[in-house]
């Protein structure tokens, strides 16, 4: 699932600008990581080989700091985030239903952004309303209390 991104000449020529600019510093993969994020609004694989072949860096090392750091994504993110709470409180509440739910019903994983570019689902750490838990967030809104129905509710809801 997800959405391909198209690599425009404009866009290309501004990572390459990036990338010779970078290189001059100690330390440029991630500053060049971050200009690619900022110019494609994600480092899907084409843009990721792009950048291996201008530096020298493995794919295989660019892949693992583009997958650990959630400021960094490999598809583009939808117009919302949905964020379900992976906290321990949460989780002892049934952290990991709510999220199998939201995947169900949105048919994507972790990560990725549903082909109509609405939501991007995320699993997110403790937000600090335990009081509520199960925690999900839906751009800046946060509801607690979640359940299977609620989760349909909701989505059906953001979905009209
Ligand atoms: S653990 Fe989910 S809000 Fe704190």
Redesign the pocket.
Known sequence: MGITIEISKENESALMTAIDQHLKNPGPLMPILHDAQQIFGCIPLEVQKIISRETGVTIAEINGVVTFYSSFSQTPKGKETIGV?L????YVRGAQIILDTVKKELGIDVGETTDDGEFTLDAIR?????GM?P?MSIGEEVIGEMSVEKVKKVLKGRRK
């Open positions: 709470c906290g321990t409180p949460c403790c937000i600090g309303t335990c838990a925690v």
